[in-house]
């Protein structure tokens, strides 16, 4: 049972706070993903965890041991890192097998485990190859199968896919997907790729300057961001958010007017729709501006306008064609839309 709760975990460095209270219980075998921009503490969170970084304050909860005082050796986790931190004398047989060793497995065990390991990332004709006679992603492999081997309670893994090119990603990401339901072990995982967190997340965490935005299953912060800066985040595209006023259940901005709100005060506010919930208009349309850009993507045409002090993208169909200047229009139902506080960015509607 490896549930990992932490309770208002806090990482200050002098005046600079890196993780501001973060309060989290993670399931036994859920797949966790922290998800944030560059410098948002996912990192840090995660150091944490592994015990290669005290918290200022708080507690971590592993498994209903308190381990802020343990070492990073006896948590029982095991750590997967962008950078693969293979062995390069060893050969991949002998990498896979070091925690064993480290952690004194009886030796008529190592075999069978490494093979096992070995199997489940696919590298058996690989086993008496050096990493520098490795691709990026057999390497990452091999990292994976040295976490694997040692049968933790809890995987933390930072970025593992960051150095592999984008097809490798897409299989990597999949073969890890495949890995955590076979093995059922809590997994925290780091990434700034939201496709990464949608793909892999039993939840996600979106941070953004060491706190916590939102915490949901990949539908709920799709479907439901509680803030503008997860608007902002999730979606490729993002969310198209546009700055506005709310007057008697009528949203209107540069280029956009929206009827049919209830129970939203008078005021500014900002307004978002995402541009697969969109449709190009066969008359009038909420929606009214030149083409601003088109891009072909294979499976549809994404035409940009300017609306609402801002770029708004709507997804048409893969045959649609315009051209740059030329008028357009677009249906924005009030039921895609999706409604902020125009000062704070919170989710108002
Ligand atoms: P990235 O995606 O770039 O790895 P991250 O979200 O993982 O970013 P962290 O590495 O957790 O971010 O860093 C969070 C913040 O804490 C950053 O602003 C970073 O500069 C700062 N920070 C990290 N380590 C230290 C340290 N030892 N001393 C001071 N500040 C630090």
């Given at each position: 049972m490896a549930e990992i709760v932490l309770k208002d975990v806090t990482k200050r460095w002098g005046d600079f706070v890196?993780?501001?209270?973060f309060d989290l219980t993670i399931a036994d075998r859920e797949f966790l993903v922290l998800l944030g921009p560059s410098g948002c503490g996912k990192t840090t969170t995660m150091r944490m965890i592994a015990g290669l970084e005290d918290p200022t304050s708080g507690d971590i909860v592993i498994g209903g041991n308190r381990v802020n005082d343990l070492d990073p050796k006896d948590r029982d986790v095991a750590m997967v890192f962008q950078s693969y931190g293979l062995y390069p004398n060893m050969d991949v047989y002998e990498n896979i097998r070091f925690p064993l060793k480290v952690r004194k497995v009886p030796e008529a065990d190592h075999h069978d485990r490494v093979m096992k390991a070995a199997a489940m990332v696919e590298l058996e004709e690989f086993l008496h190859r050096k990493p520098a006679a490795l691709s990026g992603g057999q390497r990452q492999r091999v990292a994976l199968a040295r976490a694997i081997v040692r049968k933790p309670q809890v995987f933390l893994m930072d970025e593992p896919l960051s150095n592999l090119d984008a097809k490798l990603r897409v299989s990597t990401r999949a073969q890890i997907k495949n890995l955590s339901h076979e093995l059922q072990v809590t997994t925290i995982y780091v990434t700034h790729d939201q496709i990464e967190a949608m793909t892999l997340a039993d939840r996600v965490v979106v941070m953004k300057q060491g706190k916590v935005q939102q915490v949901g299953t990949p539908t709920e912060i799709y479907d439901r961001p509680a803030n503008t800066f997860v608007a902002g985040f999730i979606g490729n595209p993002a969310m198209n958010l546009m700055e506005g006023e709310m007057r008697d259940g009528t949203f209107t901005g540069d280029n956009i007017t929206v009827s049919g709100f209830s129970g939203v005060a008078n005021g500014p506010v900002i307004c978002g729709f995402r541009a697969e919930d969109a449709s190009v208009a066969q008359g009038e349309g909420q929606l009214s501006a030149p083409v601003y850009s088109m891009e072909l993507l294979g499976d549809s045409t994404m035409v940009t306008v300017k609306a609402g002090g801002a770029l708004a993208a709507v997804k048409a169909g893969k045959e649609f064609r315009t051209q740059i200047g030329a008028p357009f229009a677009a249906d924005i139902p009030v039921g895609i839309c999706h409604l902020f506080d125009a000062q704070t960015g919170e989710r108002v509607g």
């Open positions: 890196g993780v501001h209270k």
